[in-house]
């Protein structure tokens, strides 16, 4: 009986692992579906203000090796 107990302890904590991976799992989903949101919005925006050439001077420094994050403001 002890055996039977111990085994429905184990499967019960697989399960409870598994529950809290697919909790995780979900909100890494949620996550980036929240950044992609503001990304897209942000590039409409910016595509408004400034006009659709903005995303092909984007893509020229992109072709170019050039990382955006090498331009940083100093603080």
């Known amino acids: 009986t002890d055996a039977g107990r111990d085994g429905k302890m ?4 697989k399960r409870q692992q598994c529950t809290i991976e697919r909790r995780g799992f979900r909100q890494e989903l949620d996550s980036w579906r929240h950044k ?3 990304c897209v ?3 409409s925006i910016l595509e408004g203000l400034f006009g659709p050439g903005l995303f092909k001077d984007i893509t020229f420094f992109q072709v170019c090796g050039v990382s955006f994050n090498e331009y940083t403001v100093p603080k």
């Not at 184990?10 to 904590?13: D, R, T, V």
């Open 10 to 13: 184990a499967s019960l904590c």
């Open 36 to 38: 992609l949101i503001h």
């Open 41 to 43: 919005g942000f590039e």
